[in-house]
């Protein structure tokens, strides 16, 4: 029976090993070209949390809440902005994390605070927009090498840098939105009954199907 029984226990942990996370949630960040859209720099939130609840899938960007020859002035009123999944489509993966639910939770903290009406949700061109917006985020899931002065208005090179300082620490994505997207399965479904979040944007449900990503 022992034999048997080592067995089982040996073809469950092939079966671990070959089968994705079902669990934890990914974060992945992204540049988009210089444009008439905005975010330029973003994160992606994917996945279900390791304590259980509902599947998550959104994204966050920071952006000043209306664009005009202000910006090059001063402080200017910002906002969160959520990407259209043609946006995203059309902008560029660079890498990923899988994030502990700690990290997850100060990320969703960071979320909030920058959100409009709070007092990070100040937009400033030189030393608060959408670059270290996400900078704020790599911090929080314990990326380094972080500062890079000559790069914060430089969304696509300024990740690049990050993705190259933080070997071992990060998962290499580098492919354009389009094609990431469509190598991506469905989000998990959920493991427990858990309230929609708070947090603006945030989409959190207990259904099967995976979750769209959230427009405007």
Same mark, same amino acid.
């Given at each position: ?11 469950? #942990?092939?079966? @671990? ?14 540049? =988009?070209? %210089?444009? !008439?859209?905005?975010? =330029? ?32 002035? @001063? ?11 043609? &946006? ?15 990290? &997850? ?11 409009? @009406?709070?007092?990070?949700?100040? &937009?400033? %061109?030189?030393?608060? !927009?959408?670059? =270290? ?8 899931? @314990?990326?380094?090498? %972080? ?11 300024? #990740?690049? /840098?990050? %993705?190259?300082? !933080? ?8 492919? =354009?939105?389009?094609? &990431?997207?469509?190598? #991506?399965?469905?989000?998990?479904? /959920? ?26």
């Amino acid at each position: 029976m022992k034999p048997l029984l080592r067995l089982i226990a040996l073809l469950c #942990l092939c079966v @671990g090993y070959a089968l994705p996370a079902q669990a934890a949630v990914t974060i992945t960040f992204w540049s =988009h070209e %210089l444009g !008439n859209s905005f975010p =330029h720099a973003f994160f992606t939130l994917r996945g279900v949390p390791d304590a259980g609840g509902a599947p998550v899938d959104a994204n966050f960007g920071f952006t000043a809440k209306s664009v005009s020859p202000a910006l090059l002035m @001063g402080p200017v009123a910002g906002k969160l902005d959520i990407a259209r999944p043609t &946006y995203i489509a059309g902008s560029d993966a660079q890498f990923s994390v899988v994030m502990t639910d700690a990290q &997850y939770t100060a990320v969703l903290q960071l979320v909030d605070a920058w959100s409009e @009406g709070k007092p990070d949700s100040v &937009y400033r %061109l030189g030393d608060h !927009n959408c670059v =270290h917006f996400v900078k704020e985020a790599a911090r929080l899931v @314990g990326l380094t090498a %972080l500062d890079q002065p000559k790069l914060m208005k430089k969304p696509r090179s300024y #990740l690049k /840098a990050v %993705l190259a300082d !933080n070997a071992g620490r990060v998962t290499p994505v580098e492919m =354009h939105g389009k094609a &990431y997207l469509a190598s #991506l399965g469905p989000v998990a479904p /959920a493991i427990a009954a858990q309230a929609p979040s708070t947090v603006p944007g945030i989409v959190a449900t207990t259904a099967t199907p995976p979750v769209p990503v959230t427009a405007r």
